[in-house]
């Protein structure tokens, strides 16, 4: 299909479309904007929402909806928990979205989509029409994948695998415990949020011990047989914490089968460890919203056109971040940050005829093994027929000199305050 | 779960490039875009420097070095190796356009 006649149906579309927020009769088409509706205020969701509002210059409509004041990040959250960084420097506000982009924050959760008449269900009863819709919710904790974990047993065990009163819960637990404690870290299978999460979590936490608890001990219980950066993770963990941290993988009997909160035992092939801190990561899938709305398959994850983000199972429909199917690319706020650079451009394309241009998406992941001991991973991704191909990588080495590792933490610290102003203000 | 056959048309599309990019300020802006992941656009904080700070000819040289792995950074290298000549002096011209609206250099 050629450009042109892609605009010129788009604009046909555009005419038909009834254009008013809240499908209220009495109301000019004459003075109507294109809507777009974004659901979910992480860094995927915050960055559509403020590209097109942005660059569409007023002629786009945007409404986020997303039930938080302030968004506290789970990348940096492991620096939180090692005492590296505060809980307010890694919490975030909508202000600027609003004040500068013009965005309409709902403070409101959706709870149904209607593809049909193009709706949008809020928790309030309010009712939102879009054009183009954004589903963005990143991910759910499936809390039935392992025996006895259950909301109720996340506020004994956390997760902490969402940010923000679950990663205050887990630090003030390490804080409360006792020198010479054992951590147990339950690390997901794949594919779940932030593949070097649970490794960079553990190392922070190491770090922590080994200032203030240092006869403690970490135990990681993996249903995974490998993970990434497993090189400069167990390099960084010898070095560092010689003795303290001990890596159980699948096959071993890493796979975490049951917990009993009232008592703190975790289950792993066969066997009882008793925690006096319980750290439990299990299986994801995408959240709540994308599965109602029809968006996900049987994996519970999302699939999508690899170029574009666009819905492989509903029209109009845009998902990206963590609840969509990006492999190559990993779950990560700079892959959701760079998938929400292209949607913006697609959705603008559509709704303003504004230029397309070949999609380009990357990721980059620093992890903190120490204060200054950090590496990094990332990979650049071009979308073929099936996925989105990682097409350039790269990763640091083994032994490399502390110098260049202070050096990569700076940089890491330098993304954090970037990407987070390239998001939210 | 349904699947949508009449959207299929719509589905299908994938971006492409337009073409003439080369003095597209939109192009520009597209590509900028990525670099704001990493360099901030206001003051300088770390070894990411604000590019609308830079001399349009350093922004240029540094780019094709970084590309040609004569100065090497793991991350700014993988960006580096991915921006073609007309890439690099979209770019350059962008974060002149910046510089002089946010009064930078
Ligand atoms: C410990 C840890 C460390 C990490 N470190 C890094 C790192 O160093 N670098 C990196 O790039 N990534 C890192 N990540 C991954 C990163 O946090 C995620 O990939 C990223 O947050 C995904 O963004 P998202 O917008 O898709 O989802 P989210 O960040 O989860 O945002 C989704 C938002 O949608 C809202 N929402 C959900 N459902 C609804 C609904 N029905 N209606 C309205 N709103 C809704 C939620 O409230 C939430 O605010 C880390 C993750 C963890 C857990």
């Given amino acids: 299909m050629s450009l042109t006649t892609t605009r010129r149906q788009l604009l046909r579309t555009a005419a038909v479309v009834a254009p008013v927020w809240v499908a209220a009769p009495g109301v000019l088409r004459a003075q109507a904007k294109p809507r777009v509706v974004v659901v979910g205020g992480g860094?995927?969701?915050?960055?559509?929402?403020?590209?097109?509002a942005r660059d569409s210059e007023g002629k786009v409509a945007v409404a986020l909806v997303e039930p938080k004041e302030s968004y506290t990040t789970c990348f940096y959250g492991n620096l939180y928990l090692g005492g590296q960084r505060t809980f307010d420097s890694i919490t975030h506000n909508y202000v600027e979205l609003v004040r500068k982009y013009g965005v309409a924050h709902y403070r409101d959760t959706a709870v149904a989509v209607d593809p049909a008449t193009k709706k949008v269900r809020l928790a309030s009863g309010r009712e939102l029409a879009y054009d183009r819709l954004v589903v963005a919710p990143g991910i759910d904790i499936r809390y039935d994948s392992i025996d006895g974990y259950s909301e109720e047993a996340a506020a004994v065990m956390p997760h902490a695998w969402q940010a923000g009163e679950q990663t205050a819960l887990l630090k003030a637990q390490l804080e409360a415990m006792e020198d010479g404690g054992l951590f147990i870290l339950a690390s997901p299978p794949n594919p779940y949020r932030?593949?070097?999460?649970?490794?960079e979590r553990a190392s922070m936490i190491a770090w922590y011990f080994k200032q203030h608890k240092p006869k403690s001990k970490i135990l990681i219980l993996d249903a995974k047989k490998q993970f990434s950066k497993q090189d400069l993770f167990l390099e960084g963990w010898n070095r560092h914490y010689p003795g303290m941290i001990e890596w159980v993988p699948e096959e071993l009997g890493g796979t975490v089968e049951a917990v009993d909160p009232a008592t703190m035992t975790v289950v792993a092939g066969g066997e009882k460890h008793k925690a006096a801190v319980a750290n439990i990561v299990p299986a994801q899938r995408a959240g709540f919203i994308a599965r109602a709305a029809g968006l996900a398959n049987d994996s519970g994850w999302c699939p999508v056109e690899p170029g574009t983000f666009k819905s492989k199972l509903q029209p109009d429909i845009f998902v990206l971040g963590d609840a969509a199917i990006a492999a190559d690319m990993p779950k990560s706020a700079f892959s959701a940050n760079s998938q929400a650079k292209v949607v913006a451009m697609v959705i603008r394309h559509e709704l303003t005829g504004s230029k397309l241009?070949?999609?380009?998406?990357?990721?980059?992941c620093w992890s903190s093994i120490t204060?200054?001991?950090?590496?990094?991973?990332?990979?650049?991704y071009r979308p073929t027929e099936a996925k989105l191909e990682a097409f350039d990588s790269f990763v640091s080495k083994v032994g490399e000199s502390d110098e260049l590792r202070a050096q990569t933490r700076a940089e890491a610290d330098a993304?954090?305050?970037?990407?987070?102003?390239?998001?939210f203000a | 779960m349904s699947t949508v056959g009449t959207a299929a048309v719509i589905l299908s599309l994938v971006a492409v490039a337009a073409p003439a990019l080369a003095g597209d300020p939109e192009y520009g802006a597209y590509l900028a875009s990525e670099c704001f992941a990493c360099h901030p656009k206001g003051q300088p904080v770390g070894p990411m420097p604000p590019l609308h700070l830079l001399p349009r000819d350093y922004i240029v040289q540094a780019l094709r070095e970084y590309r040609a792995g004569t100065r090497d950074n793991l991350a700014m290298s993988l960006v580096a190796r991915n921006l073609s000549d007309e890439d690099i002096e979209s770019?350059?011209?962008y974060f002149q356009v910046m510089s002089a609206q946010l009064g930078g250099r």
């Fill in chain 1, 194 to 199: 932030c593949p070097p999460g649970p490794y």
């Fill in chain 1, 371 to 380: 204060d200054k001991d950090t590496v990094k991973i990332g990979a650049n």
């Fill in chain 2, 91 to 93: 770019l350059a011209d």
């Fill in chain 1, 43 to 52: 860094p995927a969701g915050t960055t559509v929402a403020k590209y097109v």
């Fill in chain 1, 415 to 423: 993304w954090y305050d970037s990407i987070v102003q390239d998001i």
């Fill in chain 1, 357 to 364: 241009f070949e999609p380009r998406l990357r990721n980059t």
